[in-house]
């Protein structure tokens, strides 16, 4: 069984560039979360897909944003990068959509540097 | 608004003593409640869970104790090993929500056990 796997694992960008972050998640998992977690802090909820469409959100904008694929793989899009944004990114998955409340599995993240 | 709140920040153990990190929320919808364990380099890994019907639940060495009156619940590390050395975070979210919400995070306990 393999577990939630995130690419690249480290990245840089600069300030006003996009960035795409991809993940597959855990075998027999149809739901996938993102994460931004700051050094030092806890992760921060961003939005969960379900069924390749968003259904949660946690108080991001709108530029960042997401898809899911019908592998249940999926992908993070931010835009417009602010210096802010560097930042570890999880991707955690679950079997059922209610996935904070059955136990993610996360996989090792990306950390993401704007410069 | 931190809706969780994680103490103490950093933690020093001798070998085979009790850990004890504490929480308190104030989102009184929240009615899920887990601990996750992240080693430098990884992703959150989840340890033990409780749901506020019970007030305690242990797992081998880990002991959740929960107080729904206070708001307040905590982890116990029993015996606790230089392998425990690690970042707890006390997570919380909503069952109501489905779980679309995600998980409301502290901001992490660093844990070191000294030989």
């Known amino acids: 069984e393999t577990g939630v796997t995130q690419s690249p694992t480290h990245l840089i960008k600069t300030r006003g560039q996009q960035v795409t972050l991809r993940c597959s998640s855990q075998s027999g998992h149809n739901t996938v979360s993102w994460y931004q977690q700051a050094l030092g802090q806890g992760p921060q909820f961003i939005f969960q897909y379900y069924r390749e469409e968003e259904n949660g959100r946690g108080n991001f904008p709108p530029r960042f944003s997401g898809l899911q694929f019908p592998n249940y793989s999926s992908e993070l899009n931010v835009n417009a990068l602010e210096l802010d944004d560097s930042a570890l990114y999880l991707c955690?998955?679950?079997?059922?959509?209610?996935?904070?409340?059955?136990?993610?599995?996360f996989g090792s993240g990306t950390r993401l540097t704007v410069v | 608004q931190q809706q969780v709140k994680q103490s103490p920040q950093s933690l020093i153990v001798q070998k085979g003593g009790i850990s004890i990190i504490n929480c308190a929320y104030e989102?009184?919808?929240?009615?899920?409640f887990p601990w996750y364990q992240q080693f430098p380099g990884k992703g959150p890994a989840l340890l033990i869970a409780?749901?506020?019907?019970?007030s305690e639940k242990k797992e081998g060495r880990f002991t959740i104790s929960f107080n729904k009156s206070a708001k307040q619940f905590s982890l116990h590390i029993m015996d606790s090993q230089p392998g425990d050395s690690a970042t707890y975070f006390c997570?919380?979210?909503?069952?109501?929500?489905?779980?679309?919400?995600?998980?409301?995070f502290g901001k992490g306990t660093h844990l070191i056990i000294q030989p």
């Open positions: 989102n009184t919808a929240f009615d899920y």
């Open positions: 409780i749901r506020p019907d019970v």
């Open positions: 997570a919380a979210s909503m069952r109501s929500g489905g779980g679309a919400d995600g998980l409301t």
């Open positions: 955690a998955s679950s079997p059922a959509t209610g996935g904070a409340n059955y136990g993610y599995t």
